[in-house]
């Protein structure tokens, strides 16, 4: 009935573990070429066995592109942030840095591809990837 439900009744390890059930059932289900875009916490979470197991499902299934804010950390944050308060996410800045400070240094040593991308349009990002995934295979 929604992942905070979830949460409130069997706490966030019990969340992950159900989630990543679903991404190995997901995957087995995928066509041969396919993009998915998934949040930060399914492969960067506090639960670091099952980040592994995830990161292990998504990279079977092909290749990680990471959507890096900027190559500045304080900068990326700063973006970060500026697109909580967009989303009215609630989250505060101690919040969104205190994720950022825990799922860079898994994105950095998992990703294939990073592409930064700043303030670019989802036009210029998706013809980066296009580039990456055509000078790569």
């Known amino acids: 009935k929604g992942i905070n439900n979830h ?8 969340y992950r ?4 059930e679903k991404v190995k059932e997901f995957i087995s289900f995928l066509p ?4 998915i875009s998934i949040g930060g916490g399914t492969i ?5 066995n099952l980040n592994k197991q995830n990161i292990k499902y998504f990279k079977s299934a092909g290749k990680f592109i990471y959507l890096c804010p900027s190559k500045d950390k304080a900068e990326a944050i700063r973006i970060l942030d500026s697109r909580e308060k967009i989303r009215k996410g609630g989250k505060r ?3 969104t840095t205190k994720l950022f400070k825990t799922r860079f240094p898994i994105y950095e ?4 591809f990073k592409i ?5 349009s989802v036009k210029l ?5 296009l580039k990456k995934l055509t000078n790569n295979n």
Do not use: M, R
């Open 44 to 48: 960067a979470s506090q639960f670091n």
């Open 32 to 35: 041969e070429s396919c993009i």
């Open 7 to 14: 949460i409130e009744k069997k706490g966030v390890e019990s």
């Open 93 to 95: 800045l101690s919040e």
């Open 109 to 112: 040593k998992n990703y294939d």
């Open 17 to 20: 573990l159900a989630e990543g």
């Open 125 to 129: 990002i998706v013809d980066d990837i």
């Open 116 to 120: 930064v991308i700043k303030t670019k």
